[in-house]
C-alpha cells in the first residue's frame, strides 16, 4: 500500500510561485509513473503535469514529461528518488491555475494511488 501525502498549496498573488510537493511511503515512487491532477471549484479534473517512472525502473530507461497547454513553459515536474518525492514548481501563476492539485501514481501492474490534495489560490 502506498500513501500520497501533497503539500505547498497556498494563497498567492498572480505571478508568485508555488511548489507542491508528493510525498510516498510503503513503497519506492521511482517506479510510478506520477501525475499532479488539478480540479477547480465546478469543473472536471485535469491533467497538470505528468513523469513517467524513474530510468531502469519498470522497463522505463529515462524519465518523460508531459504538461497540459495551458501550463507549459510555467510549470516544471520532477522527481528527487533520495526523498522519494515528486514535486511541481509552479511559476508566474495565474488565477486560472486556482484549483485543488492532485498527487497520482501508477505502476506497470495497474497498481493506482491518490493522494487527498492540496489546494492552491491565486488572487488577482
Known amino acids: 500500500q502506498v500513501q500520497l501525502v501533497e503539500s505547498g498549496g497556498g494563497l498567492v498573488q498572480s505571478g508568485e510561485s508555488l511548489r507542491l510537493s508528493c510525498v510516498a511511503s510503503g513503497s519506492s515512487l521511482s517506479n510510478y509513473a506520477v501525475t499532479w491532477y488539478r480540479q477547480a471549484l465546478g469543473k472536471e479534473r485535469e491533467l497538470a503535469a505528468a513523469?513517467?517512472?524513474?530510468?531502469?525502473?519498470?522497463?522505463?530507461?529515462?524519465?518523460?514529461?508531459n504538461y497540459a497547454e495551458s501550463v507549459k513553459g510555467r510549470f516544471t515536474i520532477s522527481r528527487d528518488n533520495t526523498k522519494n518525492a515528486v514535486y511541481l514548481q509552479m511559476r508566474n501563476l495565474k488565477p486560472s491555475d486556482t484549483a485543488v492539485y492532485y498527487c497520482?501514481?501508477?505502476?506497470?501492474?495497474?497498481?493506482?494511488?491518490w493522494g487527498k490534495g492540496t489546494l492552491v489560490t491565486v488572487s488577482t
Open positions: 513523469i513517467t517512472a524513474a530510468p531502469g525502473g519498470f522497463g522505463s530507461t529515462a524519465s518523460a514529461t
Open positions: 497520482n501514481a501508477i505502476n506497470h501492474y495497474g497498481m493506482e494511488y
